[in-house]
Antibody, heavy 119, light 106 residues
Framework: QVQLQQSGAELVRPGSSMKISCKAS????????MNWVKQRPGQGLEWIGQ????????NYNGKFKGKATLTADKSSITAYMQLSSLTSEDSAVYFC????????????WGQGTTLTVSS | QIVLTQSPAIMSASPGEKVTMTCSAS?????MYWYQQKPGSSPRLLIY???NLASGVPIRFSGSGSGTSYSLTISRMEAEDAATYYC?????????FGAGTKLELK
């Protein structure tokens, strides 16, 4: 069965960078897009961007260009999202989610990674 | 970027009651997608391509609409349906979500 296993919760200092991982299993990793979604406490969902592990192609929400960098490692079937120049506004739960194409819906989701930015 | 407006923001329903929530798009979209999210959990895909039930979703859920107006209906409310529901669209290589409708059990 399809599973997306994300890395654990993080507490980081303002101004620093960090990377979240999303390890896939149960499907052809290279053939599906991996998306990243942000959810601030008590708030809605915000799409950050997506990557196609097969060739590394990416699409970003303009709001997150320069903030998020998406990569994928086919050998470890893991997708990554690096967040830079962190502020309190980046404190949120981040989800990875699979999509069949660079369009449509997100059919499988990771469990979420909680990021807290605090000094 | 297309903005999705969901209404109502909060609603409550009794067991067995019919529930309808709406999602209005700022411009016409081809399809709408719906998710259910319970506290502390990841979103779950309910409806894809406007009206198709995702795998394992109970048949009391249904979706409809076109253009800029879409809706999600629960034919008979059950206690397990208490959750927040989000609509989502795709256009021009960008995805957006509505702010959500919180459905409470009366």
């Amino acid at each position: 069965q399809v599973q997306l296993q994300q890395s654990g919760a993080e507490l980081v200092r303002p101004g620093s960078s960090m990377k979240i991982s999303c390890k896939a299993s149960g499907y052809a990793f290279s053939s599906y897009w991996m998306n990243w979604v942000k959810q601030r406490p008590g708030q809605g969902l915000e799409w950050i961007g997506q990557i196609y592990p097969g060739d590394g192609d990416t699409n970003y929400n303009g709001k997150f260009k320069g903030k998020a960098t998406l990569t994928a490692d086919k050998s470890s079937i893991t997708a990554y999202m690096q967040l830079s120049s962190l502020t309190s506004e980046d404190s949120a739960v981040y989800f990875c989610a699979r999509s069949d194409g660079n369009y449509g819906d997100f059919d499988y989701w990771g469990q979420g990674t909680t990021l807290t930015v605090s000094s | 970027q297309i903005v999705l407006t969901q209404s109502p923001a909060i609603m409550s329903a009794s067991p067995g009651e019919k529930v309808t929530m709406t999602c209005s798009a700022s411009s016409s979209v081809s399809y709408m997608y719906w998710y259910q999210q319970k506290p502390g959990s990841s979103p779950r895909l309910l409806i894809y391509d406007t009206s198709n039930l995702a795998s394992g979703v109970p048949i009391r859920f249904s979706g409809s609409g076109s253009g800029t107006s879409y809706s999600l209906t629960i034919s008979r409310m059950e206690a397990e349906d208490a959750a927040t529901y989000y609509c989502q669209q795709w256009s021009s290589y960008s995805f957006t979500f509505g702010a959500g409708t919180k459905l409470e059990l009366k």
